[in-house]
Nanobody
Framework: EVQLVESGGGLVQPGGSLRLSCKAS????????MNWVRQAPGKGVEWVSN????????SYAEAVKGRFTVSRDNAKETLYLQMNDLTPEDTAVYYC??????RGQGTQVTVSS
């Protein structure tokens, strides 16, 4: 059974940083590209970032480019999202997702003073 478990969300002030993690199990993580997506209150799901199976290339939505960094540790079957210079517009539930496939339960990120 595929499982994706996100963690690392929380409440942070504008300009702050958070590092999200996504622990994968139940499939051969090292063979799959992975996405981060997010959903803000009352809005649809927005793609945030993609990383290929071996770590390169990586791509980002324009809204987060230069502030967010995606990475992965295939030995630990874990995906990461380092988020810097956060703004209230980044407030959302963040999910890791297999492209075209399952996603986790999400972790809440709230950016507020």
């Amino acid at each position: 059974e595929v499982q994706l478990v996100e963690s690392g969300g929380g409440l942070v002030q504008p300009g702050g940083s958070l590092r999200l993690s996504c622990k994968a199990s139940g499939f051969d993580f090292r063979m799959y590209a992975m996405n981060w997506v997010r959903q803000a209150p009352g809005k649809g799901v927005e793609w945030v970032s993609n990383i290929h199976a071996n770590g390169e290339p990586r791509s980002y939505a324009e809204a987060v480019k230069g502030r967010f960094t995606v990475s992965r540790d295939n030995a630990k079957e874990t995906l990461y999202l380092q988020m810097n210079d956060l703004t209230p517009e980044d407030t959302a539930v963040y999910y890791c997702k297999i492209p075209g496939g399952e996603r986790g339960q999400g972790t809440q990120v709230t950016v507020s003073s």
